[in-house]
C-alpha cells in the first residue's frame, strides 16, 4: 500500500512518481528560459550582438530610402558572412572536444587552434569587406554621423562597465 498509517494521525499520501518528474522537467525548462533571458539582457547590455547588429541600428537612424539602399548592402553581405561565422562555431565546438579529451592531444590542439585563427582572421577580413563598401556607399555626412553614433555608444558601454565594476568594488 502507498499509504502508511500512524498511530493517531490521518493517511499519508506521496505524490506520484510522474508528478516529480514533471516538476522537474518543469524546473529545467524555466531555469532554461531564464538562462536565455539573461544572456540576451547581458549581451544587449554590452553592446549589442556583434558588428553587423550594430550597423544595422545605426542604418535605422537614417532616412528611409538611404537606409534601405545600405541595408540591401548588409543583405549582399549575409551570403558571405553566415557560412564563415558557422565555420568558426564549428571550429571552437570541434577544439572543446580536443581539449576535453583525455589524454589531451597536443598536436590536434595546436592545429584548431590555428585553424581557429585562420577563420577567424578571414571572417573579419569579409567584415573588413563590407565596411569597405558600406563606406563607399555612404556619403560623407553619413560617414561623419556614423563614427560620432559609434562613439557615443562606447561611452555608453564604457559607463555601463564602469558602473557594474564599481558596485562589484562596493559589494566587496
Known amino acids: 500500500m502507498s499509504e502508511t498509517m500512524r498511530a493517531g494521525s490521518a493517511p499519508e499520501r506521496r505524490a506520484p512518481r510522474w508528478m516529480w518528474i514533471a516538476l522537474v522537467a518543469s524546473l529545467a525548462v524555466n531555469l532554461l528560459v531564464v538562462g536565455v533571458v539573461v544572456s540576451a539582457a547581458w549581451h544587449l547590455r554590452s553592446g549589442g550582438f556583434g558588428p553587423h547588429w ?3 541600428s545605426f542604418l535605422e537612424t537614417l532616412p528611409e530610402e538611404r537606409s534601405r539602399a545600405l541595408q540591401d ?8 558572412l553566415q557560412p564563415l561565422r558557422q565555420e568558426v562555431r564549428e571550429t571552437r ?14 598536436n590536434a590542439l595546436s592545429e584548431g587552434l590555428a585553424r581557429l585563427v585562420d577563420v577567424e582572421v578571414k571572417l573579419r577580413q569579409a567584415h573588413a569587406a563590407l565596411t569597405t563598401e558600406l563606406a563607399e556607399s555612404m556619403t560623407a555626412e553619413e ?3 556614423f563614427v560620432k553614433w559609434q ?3 562606447r561611452q555608453q558601454r564604457f559607463r555601463s562597465a564602469e558602473r557594474r565594476n564599481e558596485s562589484a568594488r562596493e559589494e566587496r
Not at 548592402?73 to 558571405?80: A, D, E, I, M
Not at 570541434?94 to 597536443?106: M, V
Open 143 to 145: 560617414r561623419r554621423a
Open 151 to 153: 562613439e557615443e555608444r
Open 93 to 106: 565546438r570541434e577544439l572543446a572536444r580536443i581539449f576535453e579529451s583525455e589524454p589531451l592531444d597536443k
Open 73 to 80: 548592402v548588409l543583405s549582399r553581405s549575409r551570403q558571405t
Open 54 to 56: 550594430r550597423i544595422s
